[in-house]
């Protein structure tokens, strides 16, 4: 009788139970991108995606020490690793914030009445036409900024041109002179700007992506 009653009141190993470090974090990171994000469009502060990417491997290293008994956390570590690597490239370059939209978008103003002073998209593609325009005597300024994505510049021939131009990480093709790699950025100045009756000064942005000026 001794016998079965210590073996109807041993218990096995205690199971395992409880939230995966893994979905933790997973659930850090969108609490964190939602404040952010609200914060960038509510005015708050300006998020730039160098921002992001330091928040979320602060957020990395403190559950992985909190973590550190378990064995099973080397995505995490992996995740780390590709995060370190954006915060580094993103403190050498100026990264465009959230500011924008999501997706594809074509602009193409047809009088000078309804050209933006400012273009500013967070990810996708976005095509600006500026061939359409009667431009007035003087300067005329335009700023186009994308965070992700390609950004295609379209130009009229009858104009002169000032431009300055970032690529955080990415290609740049200014009237086909091609640009590749981290951190890139230059000034183009037409030959006839000198002498141009109008003169389309642009500053152009893309955080990670491509450029493209014709």
Not at 13 to 42: H, K, M, N, Q, Y
Not at 51 to 71: H, M, P
């Amino acid at each position: 009788m001794a016998d079965n009653y210590y073996q109807g009141t041993e218990t096995g190993p205690a199971e395992e139970s409880g939230v995966s470090p893994a979905t933790i974090l997973f659930g850090l990171i969108l609490l964190t991108l939602g404040a952010l994000w609200l914060l960038d469009v509510s005015g708050a502060m300006s998020v730039t995606w160098t921002l992001v990417g330091s928040v979320i491997l602060i957020l990395i290293g403190v559950l992985l020490i909190v973590a550190a008994r378990q064995d099973a956390h080397g995505g995490m570590i992996f995740l780390g690793i590709v995060l370190s690597a954006v915060v580094l490239l993103g403190s050498l370059a100026s990264w465009p914030s959230f500011e924008g939209g999501v997706g594809d978008r074509q602009i193409a103003p047809q009088t000078i009445e309804e050209l933006e002073a400012e273009y500013s998209w967070s990810v996708g593609n976005q095509e600006v036409d500026l061939t359409q325009l009667d431009y007035p005597d003087g300067e005329t300024d335009v700023s186009i900024r994308l965070g992700t994505g390609n950004l295609e510049v379209t130009l009229p021939d009858d104009v002169g041109y000032r431009i300055e131009w970032t690529v955080g990480l990415g290609n740049a093709d200014i009237f086909d002179e091609n640009h590749t790699g981290v951190s890139l950025g230059s000034t183009y100045t037409s030959d006839d700007v000198d002498d141009a009756r109008s003169v389309l000064v642009l500053d152009l942005q893309v955080g990670l992506g491509n450029l493209e000026v014709r």
